[in-house]
């Protein structure tokens, strides 16, 4: 890009002041591009080509600004075979002498529905833009990101900081159709601070979450019905679902109240969004579980007088369960699990204990071995250690934990039985056979 079509460095913090009403870059920032002008965006191209791609667009948009009107929205479709795999474009800019400056900001509104990624080289007229330093940014749903770059990583590539010639962004393969909004592109000496969002960038973004949550609102309602369907005919189930639901309502009405007023704390309104989401999705396959326990709690509860919001279950070794996972997987509602295994081999399950109203504290499991034909059960010839620790309800998806040393079963040992505190259940024993050279089915954790 010519030197000549792009916009000079603002230095002058009053004049800057009274142009872009209040976003003032006094002693803070050298700003490179913030696309006011037609020249700032006209001469970006992808490494001289012209388009820049099938589909690939540069424009300037009067929406999400963070300086002065007008902001670069970059927008390309999802990938798909035969696609370009990195979308991309490039510039000059306007301040070749980095030297004293230690960081390179600007900032970025993701309107996408998917996660993406942005990355850039930046290189000087010697080392070739792909060895040049490079830096990797991910991008959430419907968010907004300030990028702050060390500089420092410019010696480290052997790139003359008083010679930068070129900028290159790109993004690698998007998993859907993608749209950002880039603004603000400045140089930061040490001290320097970034300068606020203004007003009108806020308005902006509050407007993008609403439309996001009014989606959210519109799903809670049909997520009422769903768990009402999943609970009827258990009243204490039915009256659970109802409140867990009422709460996600009243998250969501006060964050729609919030975003009316446009502050700086609409910034993290995606993040809350995302929550009230995964707890959304969370809900009815709770629901369903908490509904089949109810089916073998007579079966594993030792005393009525316990907590009624506790649920176990089983899952195999091959299933992940992630105490902040997203989406639940299903647990097993059983009151025996088998494990088949032959000589020397090592198996294991999960057994998921959840607590679905509030944390549970203090938990303790412990593990014995029974006799194959005995009813009688007695401790293994190596104790396994359990930590105690506390079970967040809010953690859910399952919180699970691997039995007998990581979820190995010795060679050694038969069976295990897992027994917990009376306050959650009281399992006892059950008969298996001796490992032998032949694969066989045991059966564990029967409870009673």
Same mark, same amino acid.
């Given at each position: 890009?010519?030197?000549?079509?792009?916009?000079?460095?603002?230095?002058? /913090?009053?004049?800057?002041?009274?142009?872009?009403?209040?976003?003032?870059?006094?002693?803070?920032?050298?700003?490179?591009?913030?696309?006011?002008?037609? $020249?700032?965006?006209?001469?970006?191209?992808?490494?001289? @080509? %012209?388009?820049?791609?099938?589909?690939?667009?540069?424009?300037?948009?009067?929406?999400?600004?963070?300086?002065?009107?007008?902001?670069?929205?970059? *927008?390309?479709?999802?990938?798909?075979?035969? @696609?370009?795999?990195?979308?991309?474009?490039?510039?000059?800019?306007?301040?070749?002498?980095?030297?004293?400056?230690?960081?390179?900001?600007?900032?970025?509104?993701? !309107?996408?529905?998917?996660?993406?990624?942005?990355?850039?080289?930046? *290189?000087?007229?010697?080392?070739?833009?792909?060895?040049?330093?490079?830096?990797?940014?991910?991008?959430?749903?419907?968010?907004? %990101?300030? =990028?702050?770059?060390?500089? &420092?990583?410019?010696?480290?590539?052997?790139?003359?900081?008083?010679?930068?010639?070129?900028?290159?962004?790109?993004?690698?393969?998007?998993?859907?159709?993608?749209?950002?909004? =880039?603004?603000?592109?400045?140089?930061?000496?040490?001290?320097? /601070?970034?300068?606020?969002?203004?007003?009108?960038?806020?308005?902006?973004?509050?407007?993008?979450?609403? +439309?996001?949550?009014? @989606?959210?609102?519109?799903?809670?309602?049909?997520?009422? /019905?769903?768990?009402?369907?999943?609970?009827?005919? =258990?009243?204490?189930?039915?009256?659970?679902?109802?409140?867990?639901?009422?709460?996600?309502? &009243?998250?969501?009405?006060?964050?729609?109240?919030?975003?009316?007023?446009?502050?700086?704390? =609409?910034?993290?309104?995606?993040?809350?969004? $995302? #929550?009230?989401? !995964?707890?959304?999705?969370?809900?009815?396959?709770?629901?369903?579980?908490?509904?089949?326990?109810?089916?073998?709690?007579?079966?594993?509860?030792? #005393?009525?007088?316990?907590?009624?919001?506790?649920?176990?279950?089983?899952? #195999?070794?091959?299933?992940?369960?992630?105490?902040?996972?997203?989406?639940?997987? %299903?647990?097993?509602?059983?009151?025996? !699990?088998?494990? $088949?295994?032959?000589?020397?081999?090592?198996? *294991?399950?999960?057994?998921?204990?959840?607590?679905?109203?509030?944390?549970?504290?203090?938990?303790?499991?412990?593990?014995?071995?029974? &006799?194959?034909?005995?009813?009688?059960?007695?401790?293994?010839?190596?104790?396994?250690?359990?930590?105690? +620790?506390?079970?967040?309800?809010?953690?859910?998806?399952?919180?699970?934990?691997?039995?007998?040393?990581?979820?190995?079963?010795?060679?050694?040992?038969?069976?295990?039985?897992? %027994?917990?505190?009376?306050?959650?259940?009281?399992?006892?024993?059950?008969?298996?056979?001796?490992? +032998?050279?032949?694969?066989?089915?045991?059966?564990?954790?029967?409870?009673?």
């Amino acid at each position: 890009m010519a030197s000549s079509s792009l916009k000079k460095p603002l230095f002058f /913090a009053a004049w800057c002041a009274v142009l872009l009403g209040g976003d003032c870059f006094a002693n803070a920032a050298t700003l490179l591009f913030d696309f006011e002008t037609d $020249a700032d965006w006209r001469g970006l191209h992808d490494e001289g @080509k %012209t388009p820049l791609g099938p589909e690939t667009t540069l424009e300037r948009a009067e929406r999400f600004a963070t300086s002065g009107r007008f902001a670069l929205k970059f *927008s390309t479709p999802g990938w798909q075979e035969g @696609k370009p795999q990195w979308p991309s474009f490039e510039c000059r800019p306007p301040v070749a002498d980095w030297t004293g400056f230690d960081r390179l900001a600007f900032d970025i509104t993701c !309107v996408s529905e998917q996660p993406q990624g942005l990355s850039l080289f930046i *290189s000087d007229s010697k080392i070739p833009t792909r060895r040049g330093l490079h830096y990797t940014v991910r991008l959430a749903p419907f968010s907004y %990101t300030s =990028v702050v770059i060390p500089l &420092a990583q410019l010696a480290e590539k052997q790139i003359n900081p008083a010679d930068i010639r070129v900028i290159h962004i790109f993004t690698t393969e998007p998993p859907g159709d993608m749209t950002v909004y =880039v603004d603000r592109l400045m140089l930061l000496k040490p001290g320097e /601070a970034i300068p606020a969002l203004p007003a009108s960038f806020l308005k902006d973004f509050a407007a993008l979450q609403a +439309d996001n949550l009014a @989606k959210v609102r519109a799903e809670l309602k049909a997520l009422r /019905a769903c768990v009402t369907q999943e609970t009827q005919g =258990v009243p204490k189930l039915n009256n659970w679902g109802k409140r867990a639901v009422e709460n996600l309502e &009243a998250r969501a009405n006060a964050l729609k109240n919030a975003l009316a007023g446009a502050k700086m704390s =609409v910034l993290d309104a995606n993040c809350q969004i $995302a #929550s009230l989401r !995964v707890e959304m999705e969370r809900l009815e396959p709770m629901a369903r579980f908490r509904k089949e326990f109810e089916t073998v709690r007579p079966r594993v509860q030792s #005393s009525a007088k316990v907590r009624n919001d506790i649920a176990v279950g089983f899952a #195999s070794s091959m299933e992940k369960v992630l105490p902040r996972g997203g989406v639940a997987i %299903t647990p097993r509602v059983t009151n025996a !699990v088998e494990v $088949a295994l032959a000589r020397n081999e090592k198996e *294991s399950f999960q057994l998921l204990v959840l607590p679905c109203e509030r944390d549970l504290s203090r938990v303790r499991i412990t593990s014995a071995i029974c &006799a194959p034909t005995a009813a009688r059960c007695f401790r293994p010839p190596i104790s396994t250690p359990f930590r105690s +620790d506390t079970f967040k309800q809010k953690q859910l998806p399952p919180l699970a934990r691997r039995m007998w040393d990581g979820g190995r079963i010795r060679s050694s040992i038969s069976k295990p039985v897992l %027994t917990l505190p009376k306050t959650i259940c009281n399992p006892s024993g059950f008969a298996c056979g001796r490992p +032998d050279s032949r694969r066989r089915a045991f059966t564990g954790a029967r409870w009673s």
